[in-house]
């Protein structure tokens, strides 16, 4: 018995480790895109102090133009209209863009929900380090994708996320399990105990090339 504890406190341990490093990674991965956007801004304040002292008003209108339209393509911030889900998502899919994955997401939550907060961004941020992971064992770049949808339905918070995988899924009991030992699995399992904790519906698929995890949460 005592052995088993151990045990469990080391896997405990090693999970806590491990989302303390993906953290810090979401960290520095947002500081370097606010660095990179203060240096950019720098660059066309610049450019369009020198149109104007030259009188080149035209070509300061083409440039804010091309400007405004480059804003619109590199706007990928997630606003669902839920402060920490917002923190969770923008976070999880920056790590995911910085390593060439392929982002669609749209998602709307209400400000406030009666579903604790936390237990969502468990649910998201563990479904999202999942899909990175399974993204990452494609070797093919052009093929990691990674599809988020999360929406109110029937009086129902929806959440549906889908992912490019290899084929090397393994099932135990009709439950999905990973190659990877640990931390990995503790995130399935914290997945599972939220859906159960609210009486929610949980739906797990795969086909070829794709992996797709379905979650309904009364409100």
């Known amino acids: 018995m005592i052995i088993f504890s151990r045990l469990i406190d080391k896997h405990i341990a090693e999970y806590q480790n491990d989302l303390i490093e993906k953290h810090c990674e979401e960290v520095e991965n947002m500081y370097r895109q606010m660095r990179g956007v203060k240096h950019d801004l720098k660059h066309h304040i610049q450019t369009m102090k020198a149109h104007l ?24 911030v997630i606003k669902t ?19 060439g994955i392929n982002i669609n ?18 649910i998201i941020g563990n479904l999202l380090d999942n899909a990175i992971e399974a993204c990452e064992k494609e070797k093919e770049k052009d093929k990691q994708f990674i599809r988020v949808y999360i929406d109110i339905l029937k009086q129902q918070l929806y959440i549906y996320i889908s992912n490019s995988m290899t084929n090397d ?47 309904m949460l009364p409100l």
């Not at 209209?81 to 390593?99: E, F, P, T």
């Not at 190659?179 to 939220?194: A, E, N, P, W």
């Open 53 to 76: 002292i030259m009188n080149q008003y035209k070509e300061l209108e083409e440039y804010l133009n091309e400007l405004d339209e480059d804003l619109d393509i590199v706007d990928t």
């Open 81 to 99: 209209g839920n402060i920490r889900i917002d923190a969770v998502l923008n976070s999880k899919l920056a790590v995911a863009r910085a390593r």
């Open 105 to 122: 997401a749209k998602a709307i939550v209400p400000a406030e929900l009666e579903i604790n907060e936390v237990d969502i961004c468990v």
């Open 169 to 215: 899924i393994q099932k135990s009991g009709g439950r999905y399990i990973t190659t990877k030992d640990g931390s990995h699995g503790f995130g399935l399992l914290r997945i599972d105990r939220v859906v159960k904790k609210y009486g929610g519906y949980l739906n797990r698929q795969h086909e070829e090339g794709v992996f797709a995890t379905e979650i």
